[in-house]
Structures are given as structure tokens and as C-alpha cells.
């Protein structure tokens, strides 16, 4: 690693200010932190954007962002009695709970943190280091750049091209989506993942007194969390083909319940993954995906039970199709859908139609000015299945030619395809905390670990 005294972070969500706090916690570097939306600082998407009572969808004990002390969070949810440990915490207190600890790391920091609001809209690869060049024309040179830009946004499907707001709502996030709706009318979600569950109740929170049908492929909706069971957990990472893996985590089921079974592949995730050949990746992308992501990324039970409560009031209805076509018809939308299975389309004519079908990464499809920027040059690339940007296992990017990039690295969920498992909290704070102490060196010190 290369000896570094200043560290520019593109992107102050939790992945870019957990790795600044890590910098500056663990060594005597320079940071400069980078965010485009002054609010978001902090906060990012998922706990800046969030309604009041969108809650974590992992409990309080496995929240903490600061790995070497993992009641952090619970002890902060207590002194301000907020919940504990065993809470589902909501996630505007989380992003508090970020804010709190991006503070004390700039008394204590002084100089050594910088936090520039700006977007980087290119980055200047030197031999001796690297620029980052500003919306604003401002420039800042430092030896190395990590970018932490989290998830790039949903690709708008085709049947809904040249359609806007009101009829047509990108962001799931976004405000006022159903004003001036009334009971008689039908607002649908297109996926039905967590992002559709988070639009649901932000629909319900907003007062909605209409129907909403959420739309995906295979109608699959996540699972809900149920009280941490004990059991032996597994010790060593599984091994086998697809097949035998498929074969022995459902025997796992079996023996201590899917809930147990797949929670304990998670330390192990990130090495199966690596460890399968590329055309295993890519199939368990197309055909199991959807099922892991259901199992593993589950909700809490207050939003399971209000979800529930929804679809039997009949509020909410969960369908599996495919968007077939839209057109405007009056301020409303006509979708075709074919439902799953079957050869025959149907209309379904809705008031609203919310993009739920979740982020993706595919850097050759994003708008985003900086990774468009960097990727037509070659100076970073997609990893081989497209999710994300391609990185090697310290984080350096990889450029088109194959050559690793000595002084521009990546970090979060766009980092998916080298490691999988790097989307939520616990597995980010284990990232950010391993590039900081390389960083900084503090990986020589055997005292502090994991
Ligand atoms: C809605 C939602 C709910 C979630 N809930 C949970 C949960 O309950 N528990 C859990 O463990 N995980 C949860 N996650 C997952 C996890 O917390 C996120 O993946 C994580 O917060 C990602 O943080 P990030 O900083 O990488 O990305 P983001 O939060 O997206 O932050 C990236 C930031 O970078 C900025 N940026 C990007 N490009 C530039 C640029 N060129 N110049 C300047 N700024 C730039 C953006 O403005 C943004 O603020 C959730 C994720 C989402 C989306």
C-alpha cells in the first residue's frame, strides 16, 4: 500500500463517513469528504430519505458502526431512550445516530477533516496522485480517491419512457406521490422488494386511501424477521458444486430452520462467491437471486404486520406479471400486464405507477456524470456480470485494460461483484474499517481487530 497522508472520499453517506471516521480514528491522515447533498451528509439514501416510520431491517445489536464495539449503537438507542439492543430502531434515528458520530470525529479531528459540499464530476489520475475536479471548477489534489457513491438509481423501464410526475414517479422516496388521489383510485409499484414495501407504508403514512398493487416477475415479497434462535452455528465455509451448496443449505433448513440457515452462511458469503466460477455467479444471479434476497434481507415484524394488515384489508395487493406496455390515458397510465404464467395480457388502468424496482449497477446504463465520466476513459469498469464497479479485494478499482489502479479505489454496495455480501451495515463497516487501517497502517497493530 502506498504511503498516504491525504484521502479524498467522493460521497458522505454511510459508506464514505464511516470510512472517514475510520481514517481519522486510525491514523494521522488528511480527509477530505465530498457530498454533493448537503442534507444527505451523513445519511446517504436510506437514512436520509426516510419517513418517519420506515424502521432498520436489522435489529439495534448489529447496527453499530464502529465494528470493534458492538453495542455502540444500542448503548446510544438506550441513553436517549430510544430502544436497546433487540430494537428495530427507525432509521431517521440512525442516520442521527451517524450525524452524532460525523460530529465528534470533526472536534476531534480539527484540520485533518475537510467536508466540502460539491459533486465530483471527474477525477485527474496522476502519477503522484489524483484531483478531483468539482462542478463548482474547484479542484482538490490528494494521494489517493475513494468513492463511495452508493447505489445508482433504478433504470426506468422502457414501456414508461417520456412519462413524469405526477403519472409516473421515479423516485420511491420522493414526497407527495399520491396527492389529490382519492379512495377510488390505484397506485402501482413496480417491484415488491423492500423498496416497494418502504413505498407502501410511505403511501399509508401519507394518508392514501386508494389501492396499491405492487407488480414484480415472481411476486415475491421479503420475509419477516422472528426471534434470534440458538443453535451451533457452522465454523468453516461450505464447499461444493452449485448443486451440492443448493443441496446442503436446505438440509440446514431443515435441521435449524431458513432463518438460521441462511444467517449463518454470512461470514462465509463474500469467499463463496469469490470461490464460484463465473457462470455459477451468473446463475445464481438469474435464478436464485430473488430468492436469496427475500430470505436474507428480511423486515422487521411491526412492518411485516403492517404490510399484512394492508393486503388483508385489501389495500395492497401482490402480483406476479410482467409490464408488457404503458400509455397516458387521461392524467392516468394503462398498463399491459401479462400475469406470470400465463399467455393472455390484461389492462390494468392506474392513477399512479412508482418505479420499486431497485438500484442497479450497471455503470455502461448509469447517468451518473462521474462513473460515466471514468468508465468511458477506462479508468474504472464494470466487474464481469455488471452489478457493480469492478474492484479487487482491497478495494483498488480495476481498469478497462485489467490493470489495478494504485491510487483510486471503491467502496459500499457498488463493490458488490467482487465481494457480494456488501450492502448492508454490518458488512460496510467491516470493509471501511479494514481500507482505513491498510490506509493508515493500523493493520500492523495486532491489539485491535475485529
Ligand atoms: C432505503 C434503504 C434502506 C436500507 N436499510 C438498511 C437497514 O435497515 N439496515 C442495513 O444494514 N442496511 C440498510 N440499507 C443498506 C445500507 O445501509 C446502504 O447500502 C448504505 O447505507 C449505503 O451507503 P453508501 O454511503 O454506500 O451509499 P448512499 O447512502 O447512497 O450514499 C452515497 C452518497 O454519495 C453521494 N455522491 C455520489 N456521487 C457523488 C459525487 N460524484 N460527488 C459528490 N457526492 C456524491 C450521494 O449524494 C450520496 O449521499 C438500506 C438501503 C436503502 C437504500
Not at 431491517?57 to 436517549?80: E, I, Y
Not at 441462511?262 to 435464478?287: G, I, K, N, Y
Not at 491510487?407 to 463497516?429: K, S, Y
Request: aromatic share 4%.
Amino acid at each position: 500500500m502506498l504511503r498516504v497522508s491525504h484521502v479524498v472520499i467522493v460521497g458522505g453517506g454511510f459508506s464514505g463517513v464511516l470510512l472517514a471516521i475510520n481514517l481519522l480514528r486510525h491514523g494521522t491522515v488528511r480527509v477530505t469528504l465530498i457530498e454533493r447533498h448537503p442534507d444527505r451528509l451523513g445519511r446517504g439514501l436510506a437514512f436520509g430519505a426516510a419517513h418517519a416510520d420506515h424502521v432498520l431491517n436489522v435489529r439495534a445489536g448489529n447496527m453499530s458502526a464502529l465494528p470493534d464495539q458492538p453495542d455502540h449503537f444500542g448503548q446510544w438507542l438506550q441513553s436517549r431512550q430510544l430502544g436497546d439492543d433487540g430494537s428495530f430502531a427507525t432509521r431517521q434515528d440512525y442516520g442521527r445516530y451517524l450525524c452524532a458520530l460525523l460530529d465528534a470525529a470533526r472536534e476531534e479531528a480539527g484540520t485533518r477533516l475537510a467536508v466540502v459540499h460539491d459533486e465530483v464530476i471527474d477525477l485527474t489520475l496522476l502519477h503522484d496522485g489524483v484531483e478531483a475536479v468539482m462542478q463548482s471548477g474547484g479542484r482538490i489534489a490528494a494521494d489517493v480517491v475513494v468513492i463511495a457513491p452508493g447505489n445508482l438509481p433504478p433504470h426506468r423501464l422502457a414501456a414508461f419512457s417520456g412519462m413524469n410526475r405526477p403519472a409516473y414517479v421515479d423516485d420511491p422516496w420522493a414526497r407527495a406521490i399520491s396527492d389529490g388521489l382519492g379512495a377510488g383510485e390505484v397506485i402501482m409499484l413496480l417491484g415488491s422488494g423492500l423498496t416497494a414495501v418502504d413505498s407502501a407504508l410511505g403511501l399509508d403514512a401519507a394518508g392514501f386511501k386508494g389501492r396499491i398493487i405492487a407488480l414484480s416477475r415472481r411476486g415475491l415479497t421479503p420475509q419477516r424477521h422472528a426471534p434470534v434462535s440458538s443453535h451451533e452455528k457452522r465454523t468453516d465455509r461450505p464447499n461444493g458444486t452449485a448443486s451440492e451448496l443448493v443441496s446442503l443449505i436446505r438440509a440446514r433448513c431443515d435441521a435449524i430452520g431458513w432463518r438460521s440457515a441462511v444467517d449463518e452462511l454470512r461470514p462465509f458469503t463474500p469467499d463463496m462467491w469469490r470461490a464460484a466460477e463465473p457462470d455459477v455467479r451468473q446463475r445464481f444471479l438469474r435464478h436464485l437471486r430473488p430468492y436469496w434476497d427475500i430470505h436474507r434481507h428480511r423486515i422487521a415484524p411491526l412492518v411485516a404486520d403492517r404490510i399484512d394488515a394492508m393486503q388483508s384489508d385489501g389495500r395492497l395487493e401482490v402480483r406476479a406479471g410482467k409490464v408488457v406496455a404503458a400509455r397516458m390515458e387521461g392524467e392516468g397510465i394503462i398498463v399491459t400486464v401479462r400475469p406470470r404464467g400465463s399467455e393472455q395480457v390484461e389492462e390494468v388502468p392506474v392513477a399512479r405507477v412508482v418505479n420499486c424496482t431497485g438500484p442497479l449497477g450497471d455503470l455502461d446504463r448509469t447517468t451518473d456524470i462521474l462513473l460515466q465520466t471514468l468508465t468511458k476513459r477506462g479508468e474504472i469498469r464494470a466487474d464481469p456480470l455488471a452489478i457493480g464497479i469492478d474492484v479487487d479485494r482491497q478495494c483498488r478499482t480495476i481498469k478497462a485494460d485489467g490493470d489495478t489502479q494504485q491510487r483510486l479505489f471503491a467502496v459500499g454496495p457498488m463493490t458488490r461483484g467482487a465481494h457480494w455480501e456488501i450492502v448492508a451495515v454490518p458488512d460496510i463497516r467491516r470493509q471501511v474499517w479494514a481500507l482505513a487501517r491498510e490506509m493508515t497502517g493500523a493493520h500492523w497493530v495486532e491489539a485491535e481487530g475485529l
